[in-house]
């Protein structure tokens, strides 16, 4: 990266040199520093650099610096010239003249000249002067029966004093010294959330000068152990209902913080990781150690003394006036250094913080309730820190009415973290007049200064851009570092006092960070504005290259922004691996597809073709991480399929992309010949649907470029890809025949395939724009599809001792995970059966294992229980009581903050609880019978479709489980329903009839009959290629599986519903009846792979039915088989007491 720096800059860490006393006076105003001072600071440290002083030469005297003048081979006015020069640059980047630069000199010193006359103006903090720190609990002693925590459960308050308070930390003093914990040592801590007694486990800690690092409480035992090595811990305190692994923690002892038990461990000496341990000794008064987001790189442990963070606190308290009646929100999570603000901001001023049993992930309306009550008691809050995208969760409607309200008990908002709601936003948040009585705020800072560094105090909702604004206390300057490059500069923030230790950075210089001021990069581009306020424009690294451009999608993300109406959302994303951009949209309400059709090509005229998304995706909320803000990485993996087919790919290219209107229509059966002939030739002259060339829909050489790029990823034969291409842009060739030729190419399973994309040759047909020849012929690829041998064979077989009923589950490829009757949970390797892990349950295991990621996973269990284990390690992470036996595979919502448990729980057979807290956020009794089947979740809708062996089927809302619609079959429901399409789901009772119903109201609208019960799940498959319609394939107990054909057409205008009808395909004896699900194999040609009673396999063509393979096995299957299609292998447990694995 090049940059014009004006300091000495090594990593990520620019170093610059202290200043001396006079000046360093001259930069403390009674207000903040100005563009002069920086500029000053600027000249100054670039002066030192031209005559070479050292960092460590920073205090020599001007005699000095004289001496060495005369020694210089260089002479002393080509030095001068150089700074005049430097100068000149300066003030022109800043916009002043030297002569305003002069002038505002001038204003100064008179300015400071009235402030020290009118006593105005200090030097140092008071709280540096103070001789109690202000967590010290002789400081906070004299608070007495003052609220210092208080717990909100519904409308009831238990509130915790600072007495009270005062009194259990030195209980926990106690507890401390009785295990000889040693004093000026880090500890750290493990909870769920905030309690009264998490606030006085920080208290104890700091009070016996030790400082605190709060943990994540999802994390594996073997990553906590390796991050707090790194960061130099040994000693952890646990909350009474959660756990570690013994295996690298020893368990020292057991007590009570104010009525809540903690577990207090210490490291286990490791041979990979060694004794915890630092390069260099931490800083004197140590407070605490945070590790960062990931947000300005890759995270890093960052060790924060008091001297950093107590200036911060008393600059906000002064500034937003914080005092003994406020009631700040304690919502922000321990790995979050802004939770430290808000704790720390009560201490300090005496007032209270609340906390609440709800989070914003699970529920942002029962959060609003306990903030701000509709009652006159209990009283609501003062203060709130929030980041906006989490902010925004609670609504518009409850922002303007019970937040941001003239009568609400509100004083202060700060938003912080991300980036500032612009005004348009802003006007529908608030009247302006709000701003009078409340202060709404834009806070700045990073974690490696922790925790915030810039206030901005918003007085006015005209303009489009709200400044990041002033630093908040004296010891902060802020510094815009050029970068050529991009045309930009990337904000700095220094200091000399507020200094933190990072080691990944810090241990590079060598003690050149013990004096002086030093800056930390913050990784966001910025500019300045005509009045000199700083402006936030984008992230670094949100800068990437595109077919040959450099393009922002910060600058893409503002355009489209002017495109939406007042409340939408967007936000820009990078797919890296295709190179593709996609751009979501948050709509306040459901669009139609019109209706973003609309949206969207009104958004592409305004955009060049580098900037044009390649894929637009309108959802009703974005996804937020553990801290609040955007998750990124998340909203990026819903939005890209994953192993998308690849006639998908362009379908869905041609529906959201380009001006395609879909199939033509057909001419009636009615119709006589000469008819038909008319309509083919009006469809010569006049394409439409799939006679439309890519050309003639819309698509460019751009376009085709980026498809052949993503859709060449999962060709075998490198010539095909180039074929793509030729074909896409030869406009004799319709969309109809690039179907047809992505349905016989060889694809491969995974995204693993990288080449470039070659340029067409000079003669190729996609360089004939301008031809306009109609006698050529387009390009026609055929493939003979010769009869394959298939042969499947055993690679393994694991023995579980009892029988397995429960359906294989694998996660990405790299493990099978299967239990069974024995109680007994294995996860093994998919390629050589080896045992990764093992897990012993109370009870026999038939529910299909749940992963949450990649070392998380739950499964339920006969006993009633929800059990999360780490599949790599076999540990038990938590465990849930649900009520009852669980057969039915749980749900993980969209967007991982949810599991749902249907099971045999007479009181409540469908639970909801968060993933990460495992709090029980809902629960509900759906029929007055168990469920068998598994939920499943409506794509978008935040609800879910629930089945039960009473035959009710029942639409719930993620939320708050809510029932939205209720419908009864008359016969049980033991198959998992699915989704057919957007606006249609799938059911099939056991007495052998499938439904098709409308997601909107549960009414059936189709129903096929088949010759027996149906026990197996419905699978479904859409071929690009059979334009509108799907497949669908279940098992029967009339020993038949069955194909069927299905057609939905959507409604048109007029219409009041879809419509749905079935026709069998297909359907073949396999010689027994069928419990389990068939398994779709991508293996060419498409192949079903299904299982009977009696320990029959067999594989059948998808297209006709036909047996290509069978055997048997040496007992009955009941086990519903999983496929992995990067090994070609197929798993499936039988009730002979093994897993087998069989494959080409």
């Not at 394959?788 to 694991?798: A, D, E, G, P």
Request: hydrophobic share 35%.
């Amino acid at each position: 990266m090049e940059a014009d720096s004006l300091q000495y800059q090594m990593s990520d860490t620019v170093i610059k040199t202290e200043l001396n006393d006079d000046e360093e006076e001259e930069t403390i105003l009674p207000d903040f520093p100005t563009v002069t001072d920086y500029v000053k600071m600027e000249i100054k440290s670039e002066a030192e650099e031209l005559l070479d002083i050292e960092p460590s030469c920073v205090g020599m005297c001007k005699t000095d610096l004289d001496d060495d003048e005369e020694e210089s081979e260089t002479p002393v006015g080509d030095i001068k010239m150089e700074i005049k020069s430097e100068t000149e640059e300066l003030l022109e980047f800043v916009g002043m003249s030297e002569t305003e630069f002069d002038d505002d000199k001038e204003e100064e010193s008179k300015l400071k000249a009235k402030s020290e006359s009118e006593g105005l103006l200090e030097t140092k903090s008071p709280c540096l002067d103070e001789s109690l720190k202000l967590y010290d609990i002789q400081r906070l002693r004299k608070y007495g029966d003052v609220s210092f925590v208080i717990k909100r459960i519904d409308a009831l308050d238990v509130s915790l004093s600072y007495s009270k308070a005062v009194s259990s930390v030195e209980n926990m003093l106690e507890q401390l010294h009785r295990n000889n914990i040693p004093t000026g040592i880090g500890i750290a801590f493990r909870i769920f959330n905030h309690t009264p007694s998490s606030c006085i486990l920080i208290l104890g800690i700091l009070n016996h000068k030790c400082h605190f690092f709060g943990t994540d409480k999802m994390m594996a035992s073997k990553d906590l152990h390796e991050q707090m090595s790194r960061a130099g811990i040994e000693y952890l305190l646990v909350s009474g209902h959660m756990t570690v692994g013994e295996s690298f923690f020893e368990r020292l002892d057991n007590f009570l913080i104010y009525n809540e038990e903690y577990k207090l461990f210490k490291l286990k000496p490791n041979c990979t990781d060694g004794p915890p341990m630092l390069a260099r000794t931490l800083p004197d008064n140590m407070c605490y150690t945070i590790t960062t987001t990931g947000t300005t790189g890759q995270p890093k442990v960052i060790h924060v003394p008091y001297e950093c963070i107590s200036p911060n606190i008393v600059g906000l308290s002064e500034k937003l006036n914080v005092s003994m009646a406020d009631i700040i929100y304690l919502g922000t999570p321990c790995t979050f250094d802004p939770f430290v603000v808000e704790l720390f901001l009560a201490m300090q001023n005496g007032a209270a913080v609340l906390i609440c049993h709800h989070t914003m992930r699970e529920s942002p309306s029962k959060v609003l309730n306990a903030l701000f009550p509709t009652s006159v008691t209990p009283a609501g809050i003062t203060v709130l820190q929030m980041t906006p995208s989490l902010f925004r969760q609670f609504g518009t409607s409850a922002i303007r009415n019970r937040i941001l309200n003239s009568s609400s008990t509100l004083r202060v908002l700060l938003l912080g973290g991300e980036p500032f709601p612009n005004c348009d936003e802003l006007v529908t948040w608030m009247d302006p007049r709000v701003l009078l009585q409340k202060r709404v705020c834009n806070i700045y800072g990073i974690t490696e200064i922790s925790c915030w560094s810039l206030l901005h105090i918003v007085r006015t909702l005209q303009g489009s851009h709200i400044p990041l604004g002033q630093p908040i206390d004296d010891h902060t300057v802020v510094k815009m570092q050029r970068l050529k490059h991009l045309n930009t500069a990337e904000l700095l923030l220094g200091s000399a006092s507020r200094r933190t230790y990072i080691p990944e950075l810090d241990d590079r210089m060598q003690g050149k960070l013990l004096k002086g001021m030093v800056f930390r990069a913050t990784g966001d581009l910025v500019c300045r504005t005509e009045g000199n306020s700083i402006i936030y424009q984008d992230r670094s690294n949100d800068v990437v290259k595109r077919a040959g451009a450099r393009i922002s999608l910060g600058l893409i993300t503002r355009k489209i922004e002017r495109c939406l109406p007042s409340g939408e959302l967007v936000t820009c994303l990078w797919q890296e691996q295709f190179q593709k951009l996609i751009c979501c949209i948050r709509t306040l309400e459901l669009k139609t597809k019109v209706q973003q059709r609309a949206q969207t090509f009104d958004i592409l005229s305004k955009l060049s073709n580098c900037e044009q998304p390649d894929r637009f995706i309108y959802l009703q909320h974005f996804p937020c991480n553990s801290h609040g803000k955007l998750d990124k990485e998340l909203l990026l993996k819903e939005c890209t399929p994953l192993a998308e087919p690849a006639q998908e790919i362009l379908k869905s290219f041609l529906h959201d992309r380009l001006e395609w209107l879909g199939e033509p229509s057909k001419p009636s059966s009615k119709s006589g010949k000469r008819q038909r002939l008319e309509k083919q030739k009006q469809l010569l002259n006049h394409p439409q649907g799939y006679e439309l060339s890519f050309r003639q829909a819309g698509g460019t050489s751009f376009h085709a470029i980026t498809l052949c790029r993503e859709i060449g990823l999962r060709m075998c034969i490198d010539d095909e890809q180039r074929h793509l291409f030729e074909i896409l842009l030869d406009e004799n060739v319709p969309l109809k025949a690039v179907f047809q030729f992505l349905d016989t190419a060889k694809l491969v399973a995974n995204n693993t395939k990288l080449k470039p994309l070659e340029p067409p040759l000079e003669n190729a047909p996609g360089n004939a724009e301008s031809s306009g020849s109609s006698n050529r012929c387009g390009l026609v690829i055929k493939r003979i599809e010769q009869p394959v041998n298939i042969h499947f064979q055993l690679h393994w077989k694991v023995n579980f001792n009892k029988c397995i009923d429960s359906p294989v589950a694998e996660y990405e490829g790299r493990y099978v995970c299967v239990g069974a009757h024995s109680k007994l949970l294995r996860t093994l390797d998919p390629r050589s059966g080896l045992e990764l892990s093992a897990v012993k349950l109370p009870d026999r295991i038939e529910c299909k294992v749940t992963f949450l990621s990649l070392e998380l996973a739950v499964v339920g269990c006969y006993d009633g229980g929800l059990y999360a284990f780490n599949p790599l390690t076999g540990d038990i992470a938590w465990h849930v009581s649900i009520g009852g036996m669980i057969k039915a595979q749980p749900l993980l919502s969209a967007d991982a903050s949810r599991i749902v448990v249907c099971s045999y729980a007479e009181d409540y057979n469908v639970i909801c609880i968060s993933s990460t807290t495992q709090e029980v956020l809902w629960c509900l009794k759906v029929g007055e019978k168990p469920i068998f089947a598994s939920p499943i979740e409506l794509p978008y809708a935040q609800s879910v479709i629930i089945s039960a062996l009473d035959g009710r089927y029942t639409r719930v809302s993620l939320a708050d489980g809510s029932v939205q619609w209720a419908q009864k079959c008359k016969e049980p429901i033991f198959s998992t329903p699915a989704m057919l399409d957007s606006n249609v789901f799938l059911i099939a009772e056991v007495a052998g009839e499938v439904h098709a119903c409308h997601t909107g109201n549960g009414r059936i609208l189709a129903t096929f009959k088949a010759d027996g019960n149906i026990f197996s799940s419905l699978v479904v498959k859409s071929p690009p290629t059979y334009m509108g319609q799907s497949f669908v394939v279940f098992g029967c107990i009339d020993r038949h599986v069955y194909c069927l054909r299905t057609k939905t057409t959507q409604p048109l205008l007029g219409q009041l519903s879809v419509t749905v009808s079935f026709d069998l395909h297909w359907k073949i004896d396999v010689g027994a009846p069928i419990y389990t699900t068939p398994t779709l194999i991508n293996i060419q040609p498409s192949l079903i792979w299904s299982s009977t009673t009696d320990g029959r396999v067999q594989l059948m063509n998808f297209n006709n039915g036909e047996i290509r393979w069978s055997d048997k096995l040496p007992g009955e299957i009941f086990s519903t088989s999983c496929y992995i299609e990067r090994l070609k292998r197929v798993y499936v447990g039988c009730r002979n007491n093994y897993l087998y694995c069989m494959g080409v």
